[in-house]
């Protein structure tokens, strides 16, 4: 199934976009209700809150006064911590369970007031986080929960601040306008992505780009690697692996294909083989066939690799298992950091690569072209290896 995660600040909107969300189809788990059902009358949850905070977090009725208790915590970081500990295992497991009872083919939505928070970001395939000025968030809070301004600013400020949620998100959805343009933005979402990204998922099908197209340096790609990675550590823990951003889309500056390319540190290709599964449910599914990287000079053997890329139809991504001090897995590193530190032959690359994008539209044909002139730099990449004393 697809997980996502979805979240915002508070006033925000997120409820909005969870409800839309269902209406399209989406299983939703609400961490509020969860975290509600986790300290209900009776339950352990409770008693350890009353515990740790007394019974005057109880009302009349024996039940938790959540007004109470968020009185005591908002303004207390350790306080709020220790409610934390309390109840965000005991979520997680609820959670767990819910997820679990699922159908197979469901997009589940796990609305997360404080995912940014608790670091939950790389346990989903994709984070919505649903973005609105802080003047709209306080109006809302206002006029839909009479919250004084005073204690909406609290509030907002105890929570992460729209920076952080950014980094993040892979898709942020603003919410300043109208209702039916929050709705036609969700919808938009749902059928373009989050379907056709559980389809892929379930199947184990990557997202494959036939022709070429060169675009103009996105500032954004280390971020959108950074949270790639991310999920790839999350995968395969406990496995402590290098993970590097490779190819153009690491070099400020470059165009490139809209790809990112990802190298996946491994010590043998029977252990990439083995982290293979656990790639495809984080949402990095193998490429059918046998993958190798043409040698640097030209006339030795192969360099034997696994291929991975992205079920995401919005983000391709090329995700090379390298085994770690291999001639192809030094290569990667060793011309990246080559045209990083050296401008002018990143501007030669670059010229090349826009006349064989305009000659040679297809993907494959495009990547052979490029093979002669990679043949000759990689004779000054060595030479710029020995003389700075670049390691890997």
């Given at each position: 199934m697809l997980r996502v995660g979805l979240t915002g600040g508070i006033g925000s909107g997120k409820s909005a976009v969870a409800r839309r969300l269902v209406e399209r189809g989406a299983v939703?788990?609400?961490?509020?209700?969860?975290a509600r059902e986790v300290v209900a009358p009776g339950t352990a949850g409770l008693a350890e809150v009353v515990a740790a905070f007394s019974e005057q977090v109880l009302d009349a009725d024996g039940a938790l006064d959540r007004a109470a208790l968020g009185e005591l915590v908002f303004a207390d970081e350790a306080a709020r911590r220790r409610l934390e500990a309390i109840v965000h295992a005991r979520v997680r497991a609820r959670t767990a369970e819910l997820i679990a009872e699922a159908p197979a083919d469901a997009v589940v939505v796990n609305d997360v007031p404080l995912l940014v928070e608790v670091g939950?970001?790389?346990?989903?395939?994709?984070?919505?986080?649903?973005?609105?000025?802080?003047a709209t968030r306080l109006r809302r809070l206002d006029r839909d929960r009479g919250m004084s301004r005073a204690d909406a600013e609290r509030r907002i400020?105890?929570?992460?601040?729209d920076a952080r949620r950014a980094a993040v998100a892979?898709?942020?959805?603003?919410?300043?306008?109208?209702?039916?343009?929050?709705?036609?933005?969700?919808?938009?979402?749902?059928?373009?992505r989050l379907v056709p990204f559980e389809d892929n998922v379930r199947h184990r099908r990557a997202v494959r780009a036939g022709r070429v197209t060169l675009v103009e340096s996105d500032p954004t790609w280390p971020q959108q690697y950074a949270r790639l990675a991310a999920r790839i550590r999350h995968a395969i823990a406990p496995a402590d692996l290098r993970v590097d951003h490779i190819g153009s889309t690491a070099m400020a500056g470059l165009a490139a294909k809209d790809v990112i390319d990802i190298q996946l540190s491994v010590p043998s290709l029977a252990d990439a083989d083995g982290l293979a599964e656990r790639l495809a449910?984080?949402?990095f599914p193998r490429l059918p066939g046998d993958w190798w990287d043409n040698p640097r000079p030209a006339g030795s053997g192969r360099w034997e690799k696994r291929q991975h890329g992205n079920a995401d139809p919005a983000r391709p991504?090329?995700?090379?298992?390298?085994?770690?001090?291999?001639?192809?897995?030094r290569y990667?590193?060793?011309?990246?950091?080559?045209?990083?530190?050296?401008?002018?032959?990143?501007?030669a690359y670059l010229m090349l690569k826009r006349e064989l994008a305009a000659a040679a539209p297809d993907s494959g044909a495009y990547a052979t072209a490029k093979d002669p002139w990679f043949d000759e730099e990689y004779l000054r990449a060595q030479e710029w290896a020995e003389q700075t004393g670049w390691r890997p």
């Open positions: 939703l788990v609400d961490a509020d209700q969860v939950l970001a790389p346990t989903y395939h994709l984070v919505v986080v649903v973005q609105t000025a802080v400020a105890a929570q992460a601040d892979d898709v942020l959805l603003p919410n300043d306008g109208t209702l039916a343009q929050l709705h036609a933005a969700v919808d938009e979402l749902w059928h373009d449910d984080a949402g991504v090329h995700l090379h298992l390298r085994v770690t001090g291999s001639p192809g897995w990667a590193l060793l011309m990246r950091d080559h045209l990083r530190a050296d401008p002018d032959r990143r501007a």
